[in-house]
């Protein structure tokens, strides 16, 4: 059975960049299919952050791709979510998933980590 | 890119058949059959319902289905449950890698 589980911290200074790390267990990542962030704000709708293909090429939201980063690492078996220079705004539950390399559809997702970004 | 526009809300008896639209451009859902829909219980993780416009997932119940004409899909929900009451989203590829969300439904059952 695939899980995917995310860490990370909880509490994010504004202007700071947050970290997230999702951890694949029941299928090894560099074996194929895509992986991707996406967020949701308290109250609010899903948002796609972005997303890495088991070539290591990655493609990201235009709104936020100047403060994005998506890394793999396939001895760990996780892959990785960087956003820089974080506001309020980017105050959101954030889930990590894979991605159905044909039709793009989002089959497994972990259980999602909620980011408060404040002083 | 703008969000995929769907309607704030929409509701049904049980029974009953509903249907939420999903409108986008020519740029997305109607260049591509690779929309997909997600149905969200409060609190959890959204599930994946459809994908490429009309396929369910092994264990999705054959009341949910979907279509699509020119730039709007539909996700239609046959035979209303009271557990099908939730947040449903759909998703579109919109070219050079990219996704879109709608911004969600929220299904009401009466």
């Known amino acids: 059975q695939v899980q995917l589980q995310e860490s990370g911290p909880g509490l994010v200074k504004p202007s700071e960049t947050l970290s997230l790390t999702c951890a694949v267990s029941?299928?090894?990542?560099?074996?194929?299919?895509?992986w991707g962030w996406i967020r949701q704000p308290p109250g609010k709708g899903l948002e796609w952050i972005g997303t890495?293909?088991?070539?290591?090429?990655?493609y990201y939201n235009p709104s936020l791709k100047s403060r994005v980063t998506i890394s793999v690492d396939t001895s760990k078996n996780q892959f990785s979510l960087k956003l820089s220079s974080v506001t309020a705004a980017d105050t959101a539950v954030y889930y990590c998933?894979?991605?159905?390399?044909?039709?793009?559809?989002?089959?497994?997702w972990g259980q999602g980590t909620l980011v408060t970004v404040s002083s | 890119q703008s969000a995929l526009t769907q309607p704030a809300s929409v509701s049904g008896s049980p029974g009953q058949s509903i249907t939420i639209s999903c409108t986008g451009t020519?740029?997305?859902?109607?260049?591509?059959?690779?929309v997909s829909w997600y149905q969200q219980d409060p609190g959890k993780a959204p599930k994946l319902m459809i994908y490429?416009?009309?396929k369910r997932p092994s264990g999705v119940s054959n009341r949910f289905s979907g279509s699509k004409s020119g730039n709007t899909a539909s996700l239609t929900i046959s035979g209303l449950q009271a557990e099908d009451e939730a947040d449903y989203y759909c998703?579109?590829?919109?070219?050079?890698?990219?996704?879109?969300f709608g911004g969600g439904t929220k299904l009401t059952v009466l």
């Open positions: 890495i293909y088991h070539s290591g090429s990655t």
């Open positions: 998933t894979r991605i159905k390399s044909d039709s793009y559809g989002f089959d497994y």
């Open positions: 998703c579109s590829y919109a070219g050079v890698g990219t996704l879109l």
């Open positions: 029941g299928y090894s990542i560099s074996s194929g299919y895509y």
């Open positions: 490429e416009g009309t």
């Open positions: 020519s740029s997305d859902v109607g260049s591509y059959n690779l």
